[in-house]
């Protein structure tokens, strides 16, 4: 039964990033993008100042995985690499952290574009 309630945390907050980035989506100006931008900005700032990591313990993947969970694995890898290299670690912290994340995006992305057949929208 706990397994459950593992899966209720991770939905409800995965489902309340998406209901206000759709809430956002509808009754402002902004567009998908500068949304997208808003929710990695406030996941790094969140993660700056702790309050993301007990977000994510809490929730699971329904924090981490969104925009806001990319985010936050940039402020933690920089914090990180700033504490062990110094100035050098602003620079690498960041992209390190978030390395493998990326790299699959980059993979599954390719692989959908060969095996998928490209047509235009009627």
Not at 43 to 59: E, F, N, R, S
Not at 94 to 115: N, P, Q, R
């Amino acid at each position: 039964m706990e397994i459950f309630w593992i899966y209720l945390k991770c939905f409800a907050a995965g489902g309340l990033l998406c209901v206000l980035g759709q809430l956002l989506i509808d009754y402002t100006k902004l567009t998908p993008a500068r949304i997208l931008t808003l929710y990695v900005v406030l996941g790094v700032v969140l993660g700056a100042l702790g309050l993301y990591q007990p977000l994510a313990d809490w929730a699971g993947a329904g924090a981490t995985v969104p925009l806001t969970g990319f985010g936050n694995t940039l402020a933690k890898g920089v914090r990180k690499a700033v504490s062990e290299q110094g100035l050098l670690g602003v620079f690498t912290g960041g992209l390190t952290a978030s390395a493998g994340g990326i790299c699959a995006a980059v993979l599954f992305g390719l692989l959908a574009a060969l095996l998928s057949k490209p047509r235009e929208k009627k």
